[in-house]
């Protein structure tokens, strides 16, 4: 009697047991039913909504205004301003913040010293000859959000504490956000107000200075000079096999110059640590005992062009005029050419370079033409470089 107690007991238990996992599995199919239904929703609403807005975008494409003569190139949007106490005028670009407007007075074009200029882009294709990756931000990327990439802080793009200017209301208080490539990580755009802007568009002279070397002079002209160092050189066309070194952007204390083109954009650029300067910013009283080219860099594109040699013309003719001298920082190898080019053609300046090292001191530099003709390159021909000195 027993024994069947203990039978009948023991098939209650096994047929429970078959009836709860038959049970879990069906709700397991169901609950994985579930979420499959709800993710497809969720992608479908958010294509729709990507193309709507892509629709909304292409209207408003559609019924842009052809340009003013006065409006800048480049901008996404131009939209008429009303009149007010005699003033009258357009605003060029997208931003809502500020950074990137243009006011024209009675026809005559007046930027703010710290404007940057914007257009705005939904999507920014990368301009990587092997890439061509379409880029979206983290708020335009489709998909379920569980797919979705998220970033709980976007990389920075150009710093706060270097595009410190005296000037106010440029929007750029908290630096500039970068979009980077998901396929090769470079940096495709920086966000200006509220718009992504391609670095080809910062890289635009707003003051329209004509073609040469000018002085850095505004929260625009910073910006295009760390996109050329750490971006352009540092992403897109250093060379190792050059040997040439890694450029770090200037302490906001160094002079600084931009090459600008014809068309306006920036090609190049150079830094210069001042005679008197202090060797570091709160770490001694040791100050440079002469001017110092420190870096010059010219793109691909412009080199072989005499630019680079216009500038040492320049420094090294006002050197002569104060009765100074005119430091180098560590040149390259193509650098070196360059100087043996310039030196080899203007004895007068061959007593004024030098090759320097910390403070330039006395016992810190040396005579470049010495150095090349004790190298027997210093009677070779002419030849042109590539324009690239290091920090």
């Not at 983290?138 to 504490?161: D, I, K």
Request: glycine share 10%; hydrophobic share 35%.
């Amino acid at each position: 009697m027993y024994l069947e107690l203990l039978d009948d007991q023991e098939n209650y238990n096994l047929d429970m047991g078959s009836v709860v996992l038959s049970a879990l599995h069906r709700w397991k199919r169901q609950e994985s039913s579930r979420r499959q239904r709800l993710c497809r929703q969720s992608l479908k609403r958010r294509r729709e909504q990507q193309r709507s807005r892509q629709a909304s975008l292409g209207e408003a494409e559609a019924v842009v205004p052809p340009p003013t003569p006065h409006s800048r190139p480049g901008s996404a949007i131009t939209r008429e301003r009303p009149a007010a106490e005699g003033r009258s005028g357009t605003v060029s670009g997208t931003s809502e913040r500020g950074a990137g407007r243009q006011l024209h007075k009675n026809g005559d074009e007046s930027r703010p010293p710290t404007a940057l200029p914007a257009s705005g882009a939904a999507q920014v294709v990368c301009p990587r000859p092997d890439c061509g990756t379409m880029c979206l931000s983290a708020s335009q990327q489709g998909g379920p959000p569980h797919h979705r990439r998220t970033e709980l802080q976007p990389p920075p793009g150009v710093p706060a504490e270097f595009l410190a200017t005296d000037g106010g209301g440029s929007g750029a208080d908290r630096g500039l956000e970068a979009l980077r490539c998901p396929a090769c990580d470079w940096c495709v755009a920086v966000r200006v107000g509220a718009v992504w802007t391609p670095l080809e568009v910062l890289l635009r002279d707003t003051q329209r200075r004509g073609p040469g070397w000018h002085r850095v002079t505004s929260l625009a002209d910073r910006a295009a000079l760390y996109l050329l160092l750490v971006y352009i050189y540092g992403e897109r066309e250093r060379s190792a096999a050059r040997r040439e070194p890694a450029l770090r952007p200037p302490p906001p204390g160094d002079s600084a110059l931009l090459l600008f083109a014809e068309d306006g954009s920036a090609v190049g650029c150079a830094t210069l640590k001042r005679r008197g300067q202090l060797l570091r910013e709160r770490a001694g009283p040791e100050r440079f005992q002469m001017d110092i080219l420190d870096t010059v860099f010219v793109r691909c594109a412009a080199r072989r062009s005499g630019r680079t040699l216009a500038l040492l013309e320049k420094l090294a003719g006002a050197a002569a005029r104060l009765g100074r001298q005119l430091g180098v920082t560590r040149p390259t190898p193509a650098m070196r050419r360059l100087l043996r080019a310039f030196l080899a053609g203007r004895p007068w300046a061959r007593d004024l370079l030098f090759e320097v090292t910390w403070a330039a001191g006395v016992h810190n530099r040396t005579n470049i033409w010495e150095q090349l003709v004790a190298d027997g390159a210093g009677e070779g021909p002419e030849g042109a470089a590539p324009s690239s000195s290091s920090a």
